[in-house]
């Protein structure tokens, strides 16, 4: 259920403006963006890896990406 693309589209963006507002006004809690597709929802099952075509380390990349993205309550 974790959107993997759009997780990494969100931080993408963020970092390469430097206005992280936007992303994790989606990410946390947006129409579009539901809480169980976060990054801190995988579960570790490193299928993604497999299908990664650049071999990311995508399990490492979406912790970072949630950190990056999620706003302290």
């Known amino acids: 259920g974790v959107e993997i693309p759009r997780v990494f589209e969100m931080y993408n963006e963020g970092v390469m403006y430097n206005f992280p ?3 994790r006004g989606i ?7 539901k809480k169980e597709q976060q990054a ?3 579960q570790e099952c490193n299928e993604c890896l497999e299908k990664s075509p650049q071999k990311l380390q995508i399990p490492a990349l979406l912790k ?3 950190m ?3 706003v302290e309550a």
Do not use: C, T
């Open 68 to 70: 990056y993205l999620k």
């Open 27 to 33: 990410y946390n809690g947006g129409i579009w963006f």
């Open 21 to 23: 507002q936007n992303s």
């Open 64 to 66: 970072d990406a949630h």
């Open 40 to 42: 801190d929802k995988y």
